[in-house]
């Protein structure tokens, strides 16, 4: 792991993530200074939970990705050739520092918002934040482990960013409107465990799948899973170049 937290620090893909998501969530805090919160904590959710969904896919890719695109994952595997071992590290650190960022940026800035609201009379209720907080914590947490589960499947860090991306937001929002198919899509499994944390649809639409909360995390827990299990067996079975 030491190795893998060194590479985070050297490289400046982590830290640009970082900078992005920081200056995305106090562009928040303006929005919210000039406009308010708006329904749910919807300044919150678009200027700081959406940037950083998008940072832990990038970051998750990036994790696994950055060995193909420099070409380093001989050198890697020469050190310690047990790649079950290497492949559970890298993603312990991925996780871990999603886990730590999401956190660090919710507590940091939730002062920030609750002045900027207290402008439009409003306050920012801690039990609606620590609800928005521990939905972004497991959507993140989800989108850093299909990044590199993906950057495994297409041995790429540019083919992991766009395969990633376009699975979210481009084939998963069409599997979700397909009938009988849909309710079993990652993005309403997620959406329905999302909803069964805040218990509001805010920002994920209105969906009926029919599921509950419990079934709704099986069937993510299943993409998940078979994600990094088709990811793995990839890093396992293909030779290094």
Not at 85 to 99: G, T
Not at 109 to 123: I, K, N, V
Request: with cysteine; net charge negative.
């Amino acid at each position: 792991m030491r190795a893998e937290l060194a590479k985070v620090r050297a490289l400046p893909t982590p830290l640009w993530c970082l900078l992005v998501v920081t200056f995305c969530g106090l562009l928040g805090v303006a929005a919210t200074w000039q406009w308010g919160l708006g329904a749910d904590l919807l300044a919150v959710e678009l200027a700081l939970g959406f940037p950083l969904a998008i940072a832990s896919i990038v970051f998750g890719v990036w994790i696994f990705g950055v060995e193909y695109g420099q070409n380093t994952l001989r050198r890697t595997l020469s050190a310690d050739p047990r790649r079950l071992r290497l492949f559970f590290s890298k993603l312990l650190v991925a996780l871990l520092l999603v886990a730590a960022v999401t956190l660090l940026l919710h507590v940091a800035l939730f002062p920030f918002y609750d002045l900027a609201a207290d402008r439009h009379g409003e306050t920012v209720a801690v039990r609606d934040y620590r609800d928005l907080f521990v939905a972004a914590l497991v959507s993140n947490l989800v989108y850093a482990t299909v990044g590199a589960s993906l950057a495994l499947i297409t041995a790429s860090m540019a083919g992991g960013v766009t395969v990633a991306l376009v699975f979210v937001f481009i084939i998963d929002t069409v599997l979700g409107v397909v009938p009988e198919v849909g309710d079993f899509s990652f993005g309403i499994a997620l959406a329905d465990v999302v909803i069964g944390i805040r218990g509001t649809e805010s920002g994920f639409g209105e969906f009926d799948s029919g599921h509950t909360s419990s079934q709704a995390a099986l069937i993510l827990a299943a993409w998940v899973i078979g994600l990094a299990a088709l990811g793995w067996l990839r890093l396992w079975r293909s030779d290094v170049e």
